[in-house]
Nanobody, 123 residues
Framework: QVQLVESGGGLVQAGGSLRLSCAASGRTFSSYGMGWFRQAPGKEREFVAA????????YYADSVKGRFTISRDNAKNTMSLQMDSLKPEDTAVYYC????????????????WGQGTQVTVSS
């Protein structure tokens, strides 16, 4: 089992940057593919980015491609999401998730979820 804790959210102006982190407990972190999802008020949870267990494969939602970068450090049991050129529409609660070893854009491929961290981008 894996426990996930997100951090790094906050309030930022449009065009600014934030770096989200996800800290994982357990000794099997390196066997899980990881993902970031987000949910804005009144909207369904949506895929943001994913990375495979070995870090070689990454996927991004079209809406964040070129602005966000997902990475992981298996030695430190951490995953990060660097968010640049933020837009007001990026405002949401961001969740990290762990699941099947291959990177996946689907929420149902992720078995463990963090509690989320709020990101607010002002215009």
């Amino acid at each position: 089992q894996v426990q996930l804790v997100e951090s790094g959210g906050g309030l930022v102006q449009a065009g600014g940057s934030l770096r989200l982190s996800c800290a994982a407990s357990g000794r099997t972190f390196s066997s899980y593919g990881m993902g970031w999802f987000r949910q804005a008020p009144g909207k369904e949870r949506e895929f943001v980015a994913a990375i495979s267990a070995n870090g070689r494969d990454t996927y991004y939602a079209d809406s964040v491609k070129g602005r966000f970068t997902i990475s992981r450090d298996n030695a430190k049991n951490t995953m990060s999401l660097q968010m640049d050129s933020l837009k007001p529409e990026d405002t949401a609660v961001y969740y990290c998730a762990a699941g099947r070893p291959q990177a996946s854009i689907y929420y149902y491929d992720h078995y463990y979820w963090g509690q989320g961290t709020q990101v607010t981008v002002s215009s």
